[in-house]
């Protein structure tokens, strides 16, 4: 069964930073590519980041202006997000999700909740 | 870059169909995907590549692609499908997954 469970959400005063991290079991992590999403409250999916299987391919989304990392780590089948300067519109639940081809995720965590305030 | 238009609300009685819409430039030519999410729960995956279904998903789900329209069809509605509906592809310009702004199906 896949299972991916996320982790490292809390709270945040602006300009802080933190470190997302998804556990991945259930399947052969190192031959998927993996993506973050985020839900501000109330609001509809925002794509955040995506990384190949390998790692050599990166892609963010433009919101995000250089501030977040996405990284993984093939022999501890584990996924992760390093989110630096963050904002109170950065405020919402983060998902790891499972991607395809063109396709942004088959399976997907439980999701982790971010809260920047002060 | 793609943007991808939603209707905010689909209203429909049980028992009857709702159809949900995704439109955008030239959709037809790319490969549609549909997620579910109930208030409080993760997205699920309901239809992948315009129209296959993961399994596990009712065959009540199904996905049609044509031109500037994308529509994930639900047939016999019920309370269970109340929740919202977003569709997403792969912009291969910007390489950047986009999303509709979603749909929230309403069952009267």
């Known amino acids: 069964e896949v299972q991916l469970v996320e982790s490292g959400g809390g709270l945040v005063k602006p300009g802080g930073s933190l470190r997302l991290s998804c556990a991945a079991s259930?399947?052969?992590?190192?031959?998927?590519?993996m993506n973050w999403v985020r839900q501000a409250p109330g609001k509809g999916l925002e794509w955040v980041s995506f990384?190949?299987?390998?790692?050599?391919?990166?892609y963010h989304a433009d919101s995000l202006k250089g501030r977040f990392t996405i990284s993984r780590d093939n022999a501890k089948n584990s996924l992760y997000l390093q989110m630096n300067s963050l904002r109170a519109e950065d405020t919402g639940v983060y998902y790891c999700?499972?991607?395809?081809?063109?396709?942004?995720?088959?399976?997907w965590g439980q999701g982790t909740l971010v809260t920047v305030s002060s | 870059s793609d943007v991808l238009t939603q209707p905010p609300s689909v209203s429909v009685a049980p028992g009857q169909t709702a159809r949900i819409t995704c439109g955008g430039d030239?959709?037809?030519?790319?490969?549609v995907h549909w997620y579910q999410q109930k208030p409080g729960q993760a997205p699920l995956l309901v239809i992948y590549?315009?129209?296959d279904r993961p399994s596990g998903i009712p065959d009540r789900f199904s996905g049609s692609n044509s031109g500037n329209t994308a529509t994930l069809t639900i047939s016999w509605v019920g309370a269970g499908d109340e929740a919202d509906y977003y569709c997403?592809?792969?912009?291969?310009?910007?390489?950047?997954?986009?999303f509709g702004a979603g749909t929230k199906v309403i069952v009267l």
């Open positions: 590549d315009d129209s």
């Open positions: 997403q592809l792969w912009d291969s310009y910007t390489n950047h997954y986009v």
């Open positions: 990384i190949s299987a390998s790692g050599t391919y990166i």
């Open positions: 999700a499972r991607a395809g081809w063109e396709l942004l995720g088959d399976f």
């Open positions: 030239i959709i037809g030519s790319k490969s």
């Open positions: 259930g399947f052969t992590f190192s031959s998927y590519g």
